[in-house]
């Protein structure tokens, strides 16, 4: 069974552009979640998808980002115009109902925005 | 979600016990413990979760004291390949609440 994939593996942009990353969760899991580790700092929760619906998007950090989840297979975390503190690794996990199950992580996006 | 406070790192000998303990004091009655770990730069690996009772899986054993105050993450025979951040994370599994981690580092 395949994992969670991340696309790209690295990403380096300059201020300002746009950079769209993608996550294709485990077949099956109804559940996607996007977190990121920025500068050093501690991973932290940015939203959560149940199929293609938005159950929690509280750590999304302003609206320059977008998620999107159509059809509820992948999902794409767009960011727009990409500022210097956006930098960093950006993971993404599915698991398979709610409650209480293990979340499975992709390997990550790098993203640079000089 | 309640905090926990993990010792920074910690050192283990190859082929011994490592113990990774962990205290969550401001527990509530229905919050679970979840233990990760991210082995150098790759996503976060689940490891074992537990209520009130002891865990045990093919990678670790969780022990959760009786008052769920504090608990400690066993790996038996840690290999080079445990060296690793392990986090200790209480509360709910679809947002999951990352602190600073313990660095266990295993020595040949």
């Known amino acids: 069974e395949a994992g969670v994939t991340q696309f790209p593996s690295h990403s380096v942009i300059e201020k300002g552009q746009t950079v769209t990353l993608r996550c294709d969760p485990i077949?099956?899991?109804?559940?996607l979640y996007w977190y990121r580790r920025v500068m050093g700092k501690e991973i932290k929760f940015l939203l959560h998808f149940v199929k293609e619906s938005k159950q929690d998007e509280s750590g999304m950090p302003n609206n320059r980002f977008l998620a999107e989840r159509t059809g509820g297979t992948y999902s794409t975390l767009k960011v727009q115009p990409a500022e210097l503190e956006d930098s960093g690794v950006y993971f993404c996990?599915?698991?398979?109902?709610?409650?209480?199950?293990?979340?499975?992580f992709g390997p990550g996006t790098r993203l640079t925005v000089l | 979600d309640a905090k926990t406070t993990q010792p920074t790192s910690m050192d283990c000998a190859e082929g011994r016990a490592a113990n990774l303990p962990c205290n969550h004091s401001t527990i509530s009655g229905n919050e679970y413990v979840y233990w990760y770990r991210q082995i150098h730069s790759q996503g976060p690996q689940y490891i074992i979760h537990g209520l009130k009772n002891n865990e045990t899986n093919e990678m670790a054993s969780l022990i959760i004291t009786e008052d769920r105050k504090s608990s400690t993450l066993i790996l038996p025979h840690a290999t080079l390949r445990d060296t690793a951040v392990y986090y200790c994370?209480?509360?709910?599994?679809?947002?999951?609440?990352f602190g600073s981690g313990t660095q266990l580092t295993v020595l040949p």
């Open positions: 077949s099956g899991h109804d559940n």
């Open positions: 994370i209480v509360g709910s599994a679809r947002q999951l609440t």
């Open positions: 996990a599915s698991s398979q109902r709610q409650g209480r199950n293990e979340q499975f």
